[in-house]
């Protein structure tokens, strides 16, 4: 397996003003992930994590940090100078319906990045890049005039993939790719978007809230609380030895996959709601919810190393 670094993103920021004050959607994220990897990154809803996606797409700028695209730092560049890295990094959107324009026949939303990209030479090598872009992603290339509104949502999916890959990116972002889908059609997806990764080489940034797919797709995780990285470390060893109390009570939240695991599997159950981005909690973020909560935790708490490969943002590891 490829060890070479792909995407790095040090200290990220993003704070958007607000009515209410500054929101810090990020704060201080550091992490980076090898070529054809996929990096999972879960957390509740408002955690950042979409956010973070979209400023590596520079869909947002980021307020403070670094991006490196193959060791480039790519955070501040123009337009322009940015545009061949936004043909090499690409999004697979939560709701494929929403995303698709539904007075576009399923061809031209797949053809879209080519002609964008001008990278069809005349009209029957773009109808031959969308054929095969269909039938790479399971669907016929005669639904290439059908409108969005006659597929199914697995098809959709299927079509935003394929829009995604039709400008043969090195590195997509899944933002809740499946989370709109049936459970059987979400199965279905996950194994096509695995494919295509062994297929085309691709690396991926999978972002979840549903921990069981991650798990399943994901090599490497970051668990996301209120902006920031609070535990980071391979799959199985985070998945194994869950260290930080937010994702020990994220993951007993999650159905259990044997009945063996549901016999052992007790709820946590957090107290009290998110507090508000615009005004954190000093410290620990996470500390009026945590059960371990003490004086020492209104400090920043350390980073910690939990074994090889695994780390955790908490005073317990003092
Ligand atoms: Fe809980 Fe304190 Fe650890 Fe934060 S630093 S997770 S509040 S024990």
């Not at 993003?14 to 990154?41: C, H, M, N, W």
């Not at 990209?117 to 009209?123: C, D, K, Q, S, V």
């Not at 269909?134 to 059908?146: F, V």
Request: hydrophobic share 35%.
């Amino acid at each position: 397996m490829s060890q070479k670094e792909l995407l790095r993103v040090e200290h990220l920021k993003k704070y958007f003003q607000t009515p209410r004050g500054t929101l810090s959607a990020v704060e201080d994220v550091s992490f980076r992930i090898e070529e054809r990897q996929t990096l999972g990154v879960v957390g509740e809803s408002g955690c950042g994590k979409s956010t973070v996606g979209k400023m590596l797409l520079d869909i947002y700028r980021p307020t403070g940090g670094k991006i490196f695209y193959e060791g480039k730092d790519i955070t501040a560049l123009s337009p322009k100078e940015r545009r061949p890295y936004v043909k090499k990094m690409q999004l697979v959107w939560q709701d494929p319906y929403s995303s698709l324009d539904p007075r576009l026949r399923a061809g031209d939303i797949i053809a879209e990045p080519i002609d964008n990209f001008r990278l069809a030479a005349n009209r029957a090598e773009r109808a031959e890049k969308v054929e095969r872009l269909m039938q790479m992603c399971g669907l016929y290339p005669e639904m290439a005039t059908h409108y969005p509104h006659q597929f199914s949502g697995g098809q959709r999916q299927r079509i935003c993939i394929a829009r995604a890959l039709a400008t043969d990116p090195e590195f997509v972002v899944c933002d809740e790719a499946v989370s709109a889908l049936d459970v059987s059609i979400q199965a279905q997806i996950i194994n096509l978007l695995k494919d295509l990764q062994d297929e085309l080489r691709l690396t991926y940034l999978f972002i979840s809230h549903d921990l069981n797919i991650v798990h399943f797709i994901s090599d490497e995780i970051i668990v996301m609380y209120l902006g920031q990285i609070v535990e980071r470390g391979t799959m199985e060893t985070v998945y194994r030895n869950r260290a930080h109390p937010y994702t020990k009570a994220l993951f007993s939240a999650t159905p259990a996959f044997t009945a063996a695991e549901k016999q052992k599997k007790q709820r946590i159950l957090l107290e009290g709601d998110v507090p508000s981005p615009v005004d954190p909690p000093k410290g620990c973020r996470f500390r009026g919810r945590c059960p371990y909560a003490d004086k020492r935790c209104e400090e920043e708490p350390q980073w910690h190393a939990v074994e090889d490969n695994h780390f955790v943002k908490c005073r317990l590891f003092d």
